[in-house]
């Protein structure tokens, strides 16, 4: 890992074209591509959140909305390669679920989708209770 101090926070709205530059730098098959309006849309509840290392976005992650105020999805779950290993994913898991039902409430039904060629991500989401 890399040795600057991590930050992990939620984005603002305005920084949404900022998180679809890292994504596209990043180019990573496994994340399902979205539109900057889909991470502007997250980040104005408050359910978009990055990791950051001296600035740069290391990990990002969000909630979508599936149908408004009663499913939501998680997903677009990337960490950079010397951040991984260190529980991260599970980490944003466990903050997304409970920024859904601080915001949303706990009736709110959280899903989300892994590509199952993904197996760490794949257990990850299982670890989080989710089920395949």
């Known amino acids: 890992m890399a040795s600057g101090k991590l930050i992990l926070r939620?984005?603002?709205?305005?920084?949404?074209a900022?998180?679809?530059?890292?994504?596209?730098?990043w180019g990573d098959g496994y994340v399902l591509p979205r539109p900057e309006a889909d991470y502007r849309a997250a980040a104005e509840k408050g359910?978009?959140?990055v990791i950051e290392e001296n600035n740069d976005?290391?990990?990002?992650?969000?909630v979508y909305d599936l149908?408004?105020?009663s499913k939501v999805e998680t997903g677009s779950t990337y960490v950079d390669t010397p951040f991984r290993g260190y529980g991260i994913q599970q980490l944003f898991?466990?903050?997304?679920?409970?920024n859904v039902v601080a915001?949303?409430?706990?009736?709110?039904?959280?899903t989300t989708a892994v590509n199952p060629e993904n197996s760490h991500s794949l257990q990850n989401a299982q670890r989080a209770g989710f089920v395949s």
Do not use: H, M, W
């Open 18 to 25: 900022r998180v679809q530059s890292a994504y596209d730098k």
């Open 67 to 69: 149908v408004e105020g």
């Open 10 to 16: 939620a984005v603002k709205a305005a920084e949404s």
């Open 57 to 62: 976005i290391v990990a990002a992650t969000g």
């Open 93 to 98: 898991f466990q903050v997304r679920i409970a």
């Open 47 to 49: 359910l978009f959140f």
């Open 103 to 110: 915001t949303q409430g706990p009736n709110v039904e959280i």
